[in-house]
């Protein structure tokens, strides 16, 4: 075992908020999903972890980047992905821009506007709905409405988790310009409960969001590939459900993540537009051809 592997957290894909590599995602898909995901998981963990300094994550994340790149196989997970990616012909671009996202984390711990928070989810979040959509093959005029799909993604759970964040890693998401202009101080993200103030900041927070799941809709109906299409509707049903919540609801005090039932039941409703979606005539074609 490699000393990046003895820094894991445990977590694995079944424990993330969105569903990852689901049993919609078809058989011969999951394999490089799920390796992209162990390296992904690794560096995260990497960038999160509470003892290492800001030189030791970013000296890890450059032996990953090592590995990936062919320059060596130090690092089992990296070095299987690199080897996954091309057998399928596919790049290390995405999993490349996903590093510099936790190298980001490694050395920064406020983010100062909207504008700011966006350019880090263009690295966080972006590169993994661009993987998945270079994986099925679909055309790069989906990227932008999967790119803002990933953003909401990110920020939510930002947003859901911005006491914990706060409180295990002094690391805010939040754009510090949103806390000033309502009065708030960032200390106050470690309390046991919001004030008005601060769920003032986190519902326009959740409001800029919801134009961002408003581009993103029309993903799903623009895939080729029907059981991407699945996964789609389902992460965009909980994720709008998700951002509902943030719009009234404390974080620091509430709870914002869905239960099990829950869960089930937003994502059959999303699976379910989608199906609706492409039974129904669509323009310029007669009946349901």
Partial sequence: ???????????????????????????????????????????????????????????????IEASLKGEDDRV?????????????????????????????????SRYQDWDELMDYCRYSAAPVGRFMLEVHGEDRATWPASDALCAALQVINHLQDCGKDYRDLDRVYVPLDALDAAGVEVESLGEAQGGLALRGAIS?????????????????????????????????????????????????????HHGKLETSWIALAGAATVIGGRLSPRPGRRGGA
């Fill in 204 to 256: 326009g927070l959740a409001r800029k969001t919801s134009t961002l799941l408003e581009a993103a809709r029309p993903l799903a109906a623009g895939l080729r590939d029907f059981r991407l299409a699945l996964e789609i509707g389902v992460i965009q049903a909980l994720a709008e459900s998700l951002n509902r919540r943030l719009l009234d609801r404390d974080p620091l005090s509430e709870r914002v």
């Fill in 1 to 63: 075992m490699t000393d990046i592997e003895t820094l894991a957290s445990g977590k694995g894909h079944t424990d993330e908020n969105f569903p990852v590599a689901s049993a919609l995602i078809a058989e011969r898909h999951r394999p490089v999903v799920l390796a992209f995901y162990r390296v992904a998981r690794m560096s995260d963990d990497v960038a999160d972890h509470p003892t290492l300094t800001a030189a030791e994550k970013l000296s890890r994340l450059t032996a």
């Fill in 76 to 108: 089992p997970a990296a070095a299987t992905l690199r080897r996954v990616l091309a057998a399928r012909g596919l790049g290390d671009r995405h999993v490349l821009d996903l590093l510099e996202a936790f190298r980001r984390d490694a050395v920064k």
